[in-house]
């Protein structure tokens, strides 16, 4: 770096830590609800009757309200990120936060209270509701208040979070259903840390990019006090709110800036879309809620006791992705496509392992395939929308993209059941093609945001493709021997290092290409 970046506080360490965490409890939440379906969805069934059969029904039994439960909660999840995802952006990170908290509670107490078929399908779509707005504002609050080295492990924290509480519903869902605990009483205690994040709130500062796209400098000088920004970045936030000037949110407002951001930004939305479709396309929140019903259809005797270290694997995959994501060795891109490539792989595997009754290769390949989904899909997803897309509109437009790959997503909730049933081995070649062809895109058209603040990238509005394109600097005469030369590159940085004897300035640029050619 030309300038040294200086030396956080250990006040400021905790302000960002605090915001992490007040974002952590929300994902832990969206975590829990997601995976606890599958724990005591056969109990909600029996016990409202949703099917009409009027008596307990087989696990890998099915029939449309069943299904239509699972799907709801997408129809809500695409109301939340396309209806209020603008409400982040007219009125602040914070104050949506607070309209999730609120929905989430709503949606649990009313849940656990429900008698009908009606009030539990109405309390599914209102959480969803909340759930699909946390998708949206969460990873936007943690990649507008991280640095730019560590931006990949926030906002990927945050799906290490909703893995855990997956891992919490499976395992502690599991053994509760199992002992005789009430399927309510499961239900109600993912309403905790929603109310823990409620009581946070006054602590958690607002985003300093928000503060400057809505011109309130002086708010943007405290915030970022607090959270320690390095000079540069917040001489260029300054500039920001001075040019946009304070103003009231309004929704004619909100349109301009999406006008405006069309013009310049298009690309970057249509990547965005395109990576978070392959992501709900992979059908692994429906492989998630139809778990038991996948383990029973391929063999495996006992599918309860799996659930939980389906849990076990899903942690795993996000906090190793979480650890090397700000790698620049290995970035979103390649993270990316080898995760797709495995999913893909994983999914061949159960279109054998399922009709034949394989139980250990059924339990196998849904680890596998759930450990590489959330190691290379699941926390970048959102890290790439978060970045791709620019600051004015990021609430926004994140909301339209995941909102519009719900649509994908309740399609998937809908039929897989039904298809898994009639014919488990054309269900998963079908997958397997759709993760293939996700690994394609991330080799190809995805590009690589890693080691760049957000004002950088989008800076240039032409969204670099696939490929690393490398700008060599000037290297002065007869470099010392053993010297460590780091390279600049226009869309990612190089951090990998080598080392030379004397090397003439104009032979230089030709021999460093060739030495990484193949690490472009």
Request: a neutral charge; proline letters at 4%.
């Amino acid at each position: 770096e030309s300038v040294a970046v200086p030396a956080q506080t250990s006040k400021q360490t905790l302000t960002r830590v605090t915001g992490l965490v007040f974002c952590v409890l929300c994902g832990f939440v969206n975590g829990y609800q997601v995976c606890v379906a599958a724990v005591i969805i056969n109990d909600v069934v029996n016990d409202l009757d949703l099917c009409g059969f009027g008596a307990p029904m087989a696990s890998a039994t099915t029939c449309a309200m069943k299904e239509f439960v699972m799907t709801i909660g997408a129809l809500g999840g695409l109301v939340g990120k396309l209806g209020l995802g603008w409400v982040a952006d007219a009125y602040g990170r914070r104050t949506a936060i607070l309209i999730v908290d609120i929905l989430l509670i709503i949606g649990t107490v009313l849940g656990a209270a429900a008698t009908s078929i009606d009030a539990f399908l109405f309390s599914r779509f209102a959480l969803w509701v909340g759930i699909g707005l946390a998708f949206v504002v969460e990873p936007t609050y943690l990649a507008e208040i991280a640095t730019k080295t560590s931006r990949g492990r926030f906002v990927v924290m945050n799906e290490v979070a909703v893995c855990a509480g997956c891992l919490f519903a499976f395992w502690f869902g599991s053994i509760a259903v199992s002992s005789g605990v009430e399927w309510r009483v499961v239900l109600a205690w993912g309403g905790i840390p929603a109310v823990v994040q409620l009581a946070m709130l006054p602590l958690a500062p607002e985003s300093p990019r928000w503060l400057a796209l809505h011109g309130r400098g002086r708010q943007l000088q405290v915030v970022a006090a607090k959270l320690g920004i390095h000079p540069e970045e917040l001489r260029e936030l300054e500039k920001e709110a001075i040019a946009r000037g304070q103003h009231q949110a309004t929704w004619g407002h909100a349109m301009q800036a999406q006008r405006e951001a069309w013009q310049k930004h298009g690309k970057a939305f249509w990547i965005a879309l395109g990576f978070s479709a392959c992501s709900s396309g992979s059908s692994i929140y429906a492989m998630q809620a139809y778990a038991v019903d996948i383990f029973a259809e391929g063999g495996v005797g006992d599918p309860y006791a799996v659930l939980p270290y389906l849990g076990v694997c899903k942690l795993l995959g996000a906090v190793l992705a979480m650890s090397v994501s700000d790698m620049m060795v290995v970035g979103r891109r390649r993270l990316s496509m080898a995760g797709a490539t495995a999913c893909a792989i994983s999914n061949l595997l159960l279109a054998v392992a399922i009709p034949n009754g394989a139980g250990g290769l059924t339990v196998f390949a849904c680890l596998s395939f759930i450990f590489c989904w959330n190691l290379g899909v699941g926390g970048l997803q959102l890290v790439v929308i978060a970045e791709l897309v620019p600051s004015s509109v990021r609430s926004a437009w994140a909301g339209q993209i995941l909102a519009l790959s719900t649509l994908v997503e309740a399609t998937v909730y809908q039929t897989f059941e039904s298809s898994l049933v009639a014919d488990p081995r054309a269900t998963m070649l079908f997958y397997a093609a759709i993760n293939g062809a996700a690994a394609l895109f991330a080799c190809f058209i995805l590009p690589e945001t890693a080691g760049r603040t957000l004002e950088e990238m989008h800076q240039d509005p032409a969204v670099p493709s696939g490929r690393d394109v490398v700008e060599f600097q000037e290297i002065p005469v007869g470099i010392a021997s053993r010297s460590r030369l780091p390279f600049q590159g226009r869309y990612g940085r190089l951090v990998e290092y080598t080392t030379f004897d004397t090397i003439e300035a104009e032979a230089a640029p030709t021999v460093l290409g060739k030495q990484h050619s193949h690490q472009l």
